[in-house]
């Protein structure tokens, strides 16, 4: 039999240049190779484009990114592989974009009435005293966070305007960013692992969020060893309310593939946080431990995967 040709993207020139190479390690490692015939590119931080010219002259059967942020995330890539009419696993151009960029994802997501927590948006020259009505209604204290960032680098909280004012001053220096400063609400951090297939849009699992300290950082993502999430052991009822809002979530950010919806459940109130199109997929990440709520290793999920999008791409 013909092994199928697959691309695995990786590297690329965001901050989260070694959670992608973890991630391309464990999908590469997953995958069969009496089934397939694997190519991995490694995406430079230079952004030189050697590899672009490599997919062109020998296409991929399919291609799997492990890439995590930045171009790699943010619609730019696919846009590529979409013009070159390769197939490839994940969301597409227009989705990528949406839940790349934090505060357009929650406008759409409030538009069709899914909860999710106050926010302040600060743009690039914004002075902090022009958002004082907005801070003085949600309060303190805030998540500041970088717009359309990941993994959540660069992220703290703000007791008052002076750390809010620095926070935010830190992310426009150092990521060339806009600002989300959104309600602190402490509750039970969950994310929702979100897959699509021959019947339609459904949820892997409902996973519990292991975290050091009050914040999912990325010292916890990053960390090796114990899984950052466990399959929750929240009551059914309320992860019936979890999942129905996360596969809403999906369906109205256009989402394809898979993806990881972040939540917050306070008592009976559930807030969407942000939707993961690339969550992480090294060996104590998510989706690896979410395979696990359909009774598969991760290798028959990228299976699933390849399979379904190759048989997409044909119709």
Not at 168 to 179: F, R
Request: aromatic share 6%; proline share 3%; charged share 30%.
């Amino acid at each position: 039999m013909k092994k199928i040709k697959v691309a695995i993207l990786a590297g690329g020139s965001s901050v989260e240049r070694e959670i992608s190479l973890r991630s391309c390690k464990n999908i590469e490692a997953a995958l069969d190779k009496e089934k397939y015939d694997i190519r991995i590119y490694n995406l430079p931080k230079d952004r030189t484009t050697d590899w672009a010219r490599e997919i062109i002259a020998d296409p991929p059967d399919i291609v799997l990114s492990a890439l995590h942020g930045g171009n790699g995330e943010n619609g730019s890539v696919q846009g590529f592989l979409h013009c070159l009419g390769i197939p490839f696993a994940g969301s597409s151009v227009l989705s990528s974009a949406l839940c790349m960029d934090k505060k357009m994802a929650k406008t759409v997501m409030s538009a069709n009435h899914i909860q999710t927590p106050e926010d302040i948006y600060i743009k690039r020259g914004d002075r902090i005293i022009d958002h004082a009505d907005e801070i003085r209604q949600i309060g303190f204290p805030l998540i500041v966070k970088p717009n359309r960032g990941g993994s959540s680098i660069g992220i703290s909280i703000a007791n008052n305007t002076e750390e809010l004012e620095s926070a935010a001053k830190s992310i426009i220096e150092e990521y060339d960013d806009d600002v989300i400063a959104e309600k602190y609400i402490k509750g039970r951090e969950i994310t929702c692992a979100v897959y699509e297939g021959e019947k339609g849009i459904d949820v892997m699992a409902v996973l519990d969020i292991n975290k050091s300290g009050e914040m999912f950082s990325y010292e916890d993502k990053s960390g090796q060893g114990s899984p950052i999430g466990d399959i929750s052991n929240m009551p059914a009822f309320l992860q019936d309310m979890v999942r129905a809002i996360a596969i809403k979530t999906f369906d109205v950010l256009k989402c394809r593939g898979y993806a990881c919806v972040d939540m917050i459940v306070r008592e009976e109130q559930i807030y969407v946080i942000e939707v993961n199109t690339l969550p992480g997929l090294t060996d104590i990440s998510l989706v690896p431990r979410a395979a696990e709520g359909l009774d598969m290793s991760f290798g028959d999920f990228i299976d699933r995967l390849i399979e379904f999008e190759l048989k997409r791409s044909k119709i």
